[in-house]
């Protein structure tokens, strides 16, 4: 077979036989995604539009068809009025809290560099329209560049993410594109560094340049919306050990140059919104402080422990002020212990699965459960080897909460009286969930990584290839799978 068709990224053992294969996956994965962005981007915007009160806000928010089984509610239209981005205001430089937990002055409760997007989106815009608009713009790029770096990690199964719902339905709900483009962008770079470059036969770069640079957009991920920040554990015990190729002394200096690698990074972003404006800053934290976990937080609390201890008094609160950071960290704790058992049996630390499991421990137990977290959770359904019927019965009850729940919210708004499968859709969603997430903790950290992934960073065999070495000639080294 001629050079010139065989692809320039080459995995091993494992490895796509033509450039074709990889352009055809791609072009069908990017089609896709464009295609349910451009979906989503339709259901989103039917909430909003003219006409207009004096503040830009659209007098039919946030109703949209009544009959359509997509909710158009958007936190991304929402977000225009009551936080001044309307406004124009920097954010968080001269904001702060009210004593009623309202947020002024620009501060919004998301942390600083979701804030910096949200002000970009609203250049320009005048009207919810045009920052829904900006917004997708600014947003859809990430959808593809998830979809690229997935197609050429896991081939076909980047088809979980980029024709499911989930991408319809929170595509243009939240600002969650950015943060999951630095979870997966971590995950592509450490496994391009593990590949092999052809003119060498080495590693295209070593394992603490790549684990670093991986921190790096963790710390990113964590400025953006907290969770990628939880990965940089597992990435440096992953360095510590080795990675794939194993040590036999651990690397303490490498794992503590991921960390801290990571925390100059968090404090660089932080640090000038700190000194220009800290009660601004500190608002974000006071309210995600303050948060109770009620009725729009979606979570197993509010349909659980409310029932048990007679509605949201001063001691369901209290419980769950207590229970919610205790059993996340308890998951952490769970996931790295059960890293440390795999790597004990294979003599390789799975970050990437325990990054998982961390994550799906952090969104069972958080006090807050919003819909479009399931997009936080999605490239893990596709990097590892999950079994299907787990995937497929997440992403059932996914859509069976998010096109119940806001039902639910306008239904309680409005006064009118419950309807049985609203109420039952929303239970059936959020248990489901919980159970599915609940296993995951476990799952994710056994489940191998999905083909060509898991075998980036192996040098091919001799036996594979033609040789121009004797039978007798000494069999080549092979480095165990890993990224």
């Known amino acids: 077979m001629s050079d010139r ?8 053992r494992v490895a796509l036989s ?9 072009t069908v994965s990017l089609l ?37 089984i997509i909710p158009c509610y958007s936190d991304l239209a929402y977000l225009w009025v009551g936080r001044d ?15 009623n937990g309202q947020l002024f ?15 970009l ?12 608009r900006h917004s997708a713009a600014l947003l859809a790029p990430f959808g593809v560049g998830i979809t690229a770096m997935l197609a050429v990690l896991t081939r076909w199964n980047v088809l979980w993410w980029a024709m499911t719902p989930p991408l319809v339905l929170y595509a243009f709900h939240n600002w969650e594109l950015p943060v999951v483009a630095t979870a997966v962008g971590a995950v592509a770079v450490m496994a391009w560094g593990a590949s092999i470059k052809p003119s060498t036969g080495e590693r295209r770069m070593n394992l603490r340049t790549s684990a670093i640079l991986a921190s790096i957009l963790l710390a990113i991920g964590f400025c953006l919306k907290l969770y990628p920040g939880f990965f940089v ?6 360095v510590l050990t080795g990675g794939a190729g194993g040590r036999r002394a651990l690397d303490w200096v490498g794992a503590v140059w991921v960390a801290v690698t990571a925390a100059l990074t968090v404090a660089v972003i932080q640090l000038p919104f700190i000194v220009l404006g800290y009660d601004g800053w500190r608002a974000a934290l006071t309210f995600q402080g303050k ?10 609390w509010y349909w659980g422990l409310r029932h048990l201890t007679g509605g949201q008094n001063g001691t369901y609160n209290s419980i769950v002020g207590v229970l919610s950071p205790t059993l996340i960290v308890c998951a952490f704790v769970i996931a790295v212990y059960l890293g440390r058992r795999q790597y004990n049996r294979t003599g390789l630390y799975p970050w990437i699965g325990v990054s998982a499991a961390m994550l799906a421990g952090f969104m069972v137990f958080h006090k807050v459960h919003s819909p479009q977290y399931t997009l936080w959770i999605l490239p893990f359904f596709v990097l590892l080897r999950v079994r299907w019927p787990v995937i497929v019965t997440y992403l059932i009850a996914d859509f069976i909460l998010d096109t119940t729940i806001f039902r639910l919210f306008g239904i309680y708004v409005s006064g009118e009286p419950m309807k049985w499968w609203v109420m039952a859709g929303v239970n059936l969603g959020v248990w489901v969930h919980a159970v599915v997430l609940v296993y995951l903790i476990g799952a994710f950290v056994s489940a191998g990584l999905r083909e060509p992934l898991a075998s980036i960073g192996r040098r091919p065999d001799p036996a594979d290839a033609p040789s121009s070495e004797p039978d007798d000639a000494p069999p080549g080294h092979r480095v165990p799978a890993g990224a």
């Open 5 to 12: 068709l065989s692809t320039t990224f080459r995995y091993g």
């Open 18 to 26: 033509r450039r074709g294969d990889l352009i055809l996956i791609l």
């Open 32 to 68: 896709l995604t464009l295609l349910l962005m451009y979906w989503s981007y339709e259901a989103k915007i039917a909430c909003v539009g003219p006409p207009f009160f004096p503040d830009g806000r659209s007098h039919k928010w946030p109703v949209g068809d009544p009959h359509s």
């Open 85 to 99: 981005i309307n406004n124009h205001v920097f954010p968080y430089i001269h904001g702060g809290i009210g004593a």
């Open 105 to 119: 002055g620009g501060s919004v409760e998301y942390p600083v560099l979701s804030g910096i997007l949200m002000w």
């Open 121 to 132: 989106g609203a250049i320009g815009a005048h009207t919810d329209v045009d920052f829904f």
């Open 233 to 238: 554990l597992p990435l440096a015990i992953y």
């Open 291 to 300: 948060r109770r976990a009620d009725l729009d937080t979606n979570s197993i």
